[in-house]
């Protein structure tokens, strides 16, 4: 990493209140820019989060939003409505307020004196959902929109369904996050001593967990296409740098985004990364000079310079591989490789029969089959991504292909054809597709789930008529692999995937026909292309925040069995951060921590839970704690939510809560 303290323009910082369009909300905004930009205007950028500006991520904002400004941008940062320091009470996520605040925010920014006209948004995770979705509604100042990690489709490629079924592990943990971040308090050092403690209460009555929404829309309904652009791409009149990486649960965007949008308006990057800007160095690497990469970008579609980035394939992405299993790689190994079409004509479908057998295959994979599977959301910690995948294979029904003669390299989404019957109305089916080494290690290339209830459509239930064989197909996450020679591809079958998945209530079983299944590999050949370069990275100075060590840390990941119950226990430590001190004197502490149960045998045993711990402080004028709990279950008939809240400002109470919610299980 470079850091660079010296920029063409001189910097400066404020903060302001920005109205929106209902006269009696402000929204709370730090603007880095350039010293002149009074007499010399400059474009606005615009990152708007509810994760708070003025601590969680201060030293993420500190490290690009200089750099901006640096280089002639008016770079802004805002709270949204009912986060941070904004005024008003939080609302779901992505809801029609919060994008009729950002028209609102775009529209503001473009007005100042100091600014052009023209604005861009970026973002990564939230901020890049709402970039997008703001882009759809098409303020006329917003010309160009840097997404990463990000989704046009909330349903079907979002935390709380995939393939149709319930999230199990991020329906419920990211619920129990959400809870906590949004009971957060404003800091008094920006709204004011006597301010601060009467816009908590307001915050705090207003809170409803969005755990009870998101279980109120099993199928994909309006709730789910609004905000998801993949209802409708031509909304999109910005410029659109998508970013994304291997192992994130997002990459599939990229490629939708570099195929759906127009060619002379959109451009793809998905690299080795995370769910992290690829300039920041966690694993797994190589990180790339993002925010160079992004100047270009907005320097083209903000300032009319011609930067070349137009002349950049349509498509640059990562191949990576082989490598043994791991929990973490401080660097992937691969190559960069561009394609100026997707899909792409120089990948093509190679169809892969898994047997030779027309005796139907047994399927039914113990209950706690996927504690293996990794974080859903890798954010660069040492036990993210998948270990050794032999003991998930054993819990599974795998498919081998012979060791392989020569080097295949994949480039997409592969797909899996099965035939198969259902012994249950309710039944998932999950495929992972593995590279098997001569040693028997098995290293989880991607996956895929398709609960068989949506197999006609994420908008309806259709039940299976048990003794009925029919073909189902469903894609797998978006991969850029090589497969070297003497390796084996595995396809690995199974009917439960805890706690990714959250299972049916009723213990099924498939049967597969084998000769009548098949995995369709997207086969990359080799092409002649101009290489791909990024420049190193660089940022601003780092934000002198000093961070805790732990005297005694807990496991990022720790799986226990009990023998005699025959339960299987998952604990999870998110670390998202810990406690930390700021330069102004806050402390911030934070402690989670996320726990799955099951027991053999019983899908009905499922039982997530998340528990929060937030404190800041600020010597002894600032101490406010918020104390969150949350618990999902099920019934054969419903889901069972319990959440509670207690709030606490200089150890006294300012609010307690509890929820206790049901929602029928129509799809889930």
């Known amino acids: 990493m470079r850091y660079r303290d010296r920029f063409e323009h001189q910097v400066v910082?404020?903060?302001?209140w920005i109205p929106t369009r209902d006269g009696a909300t402000r929204l709370h905004a730090r603007i880095w820019r350039p010293a002149d930009a009074a007499t010399a205007p400059v474009p606005a950028l615009l990152e708007y989060l509810p994760y708070r500006k003025s601590d969680w991520t201060a030293p993420r904002d500190a490290q690009r939003h200089p750099w901006y400004a640096g280089h002639g941008y008016a770079s802004v940062r805002v709270d949204i409505r009912g986060h941070g320091d904004s005024e008003g009470t939080p609302g779901d996520e992505y809801d029609a307020q919060e994008l009729a605040d950002g028209v609102d925010v775009v529209n503001w920014l473009a007005a100042q004196p100091w600014c052009t006209g023209k604005v861009g948004m970026f973002g990564i995770s939230w901020g890049g959902f709402n970039s997008l979705q703001i882009a759809a509604l098409a303020p006329e100042p917003l010309k160009a929109v840097v997404t990463v990690c990000s989704t046009d489709d909330r349903y079907d490629n979002d935390v709380h369904y995939t393939g149709g079924a319930v999230l199990g592990i991020d329906m419920l943990a990211w619920a129990g996050t959400m809870l906590a971040f949004a009971a957060r308090p404003p800091d008094p050092a920006n709204v004011g001593a006597d301010r601060w403690l009467p816009m908590w209460r307001e915050r705090l009555d207003a809170l409803e967990p969005f755990l009870h929404t998101w279980l109120a829309h099993q199928r994909r309904d309006a709730y789910w296409k609004h905000g998801s652009i993949c209802e409708d791409y031509g909304a999109v009149d910005a410029a659109v740098l998508a970013v994304g990486g291997w192992h994130d649960p997002y990459r599939d965007t990229v490629l939708r985004l570099v195929e759906h949008l127009p060619g002379d308006r959109v451009r793809g990057i998905v690299g080795p990364w995370s769910h992290q800007y690829p300039d920041r160095g966690l694993p797994p690497g190589p990180a790339i000079g993002f925010l160079q990469e992004t100047l270009r970008w907005w320097d083209q579609h903000l300032k009319g310079v011609?930067?070349?980035?137009?002349?950049?394939?349509?498509?640059r992405a990562w191949l990576g591989g082989p490598v043994a299993p791991a929990p973490t790689y401080a660097e992937m190994p691969g190559r960069w490789v561009s394609d100026a079409k997707w899909p792409s004509p120089h990948v093509t479908w190679d169809t892969r029969p898994l047997g030779e057998s027309r005796e139907p295959v047994l399927v039914r994979s113990p209950q706690h089959t996927g504690l293996d599977a990794g974080r859903f959301f890798p954010f660069g910690n040492a036990g993210d991504l998948p270990p050794d995948q032999r003991e998930e294979d054993g819990r599974s029904v795998c498919f081998d292909s012979a060791p392989l003669t020569g080097r295949i390299e994949i480039l997409g989404r592969p797909r899996v054809r099965l035939r198969l019957d259902s012994t249950a109305p309710r039944a998932h089916v999950v495929a992972r597709l593995c590279d098997v080494a001569p040693d028997g290690s098995s290293t989880l290339v991607t996956r895929g789930v398709l609960n068989l209830l949506s197999r006609h459509g994420r908008d309806r239930a259709v039940e299976w008529t048990p003794g009925t064989y029919e073909d189902v197909e469903f894609d797998l996450n978006g991969i850029g692999y090589a497969f070297p020679p003497g390796h084996r591809?595995?396809?690995?079958?199974s009917d439960t995937y805890w706690p990714w998945v959250w299972p049916h209530a009723e213990r099924g079983a498939l049967h597969v026909v084998p000769a009548a299944s098949a995995v369709l590999l997207p086969v990359r050949d080799p092409v002649d292309e101009a290489p791909v370069r990024f420049e190193e990275?660089?940022?601003?100075?780092?934000?002198?925040?000093?961070?805790?060590?732990?005297?005694?840390?807990?496991?990022e990941r720790l799986v226990s069995h009990d023998v005699a119950r025959g339960e299987w226990t998952l604990e999870v430590d998110p670390g998202y951060g810990g406690t930390r001190t700021y330069p102004d004197g806050l402390r911030y502490e934070e402690s989670a921590r996320e726990t799955y149960t099951i027991r053999t045998g019983d899908p009905l045993s499922a039982r997530a839970v998340s528990e929060w711990c937030i404190r800041l402080r600020r010597g002894d004028d600032w101490d406010a704690e918020i104390m969150t709990r949350?618990?999902?279950?099920?019934?054969?008939?419903?889901?069972?939510?319990?959440?509670?809240?207690e709030a606490r400002a200089d150890g006294e109470t300012v609010a307690e809560r509890a929820w206790h919610r049901t929602t029928p299980r129509t799809s889930g």
């Open 630 to 645: 949350t618990e999902l279950r099920a019934t054969a008939a419903d889901f069972i939510m319990d959440s509670r809240i």
């Open 13 to 16: 910082r404020e903060d302001v």
């Open 537 to 555: 990275p660089e940022q601003a100075p780092p934000m002198p925040v000093v961070h805790d060590v732990p005297a005694d840390p807990r496991p």
């Open 306 to 315: 011609d930067t070349g980035v137009m002349e950049e394939p349509l498509l």
């Open 489 to 493: 591809v595995r396809v690995a079958v």
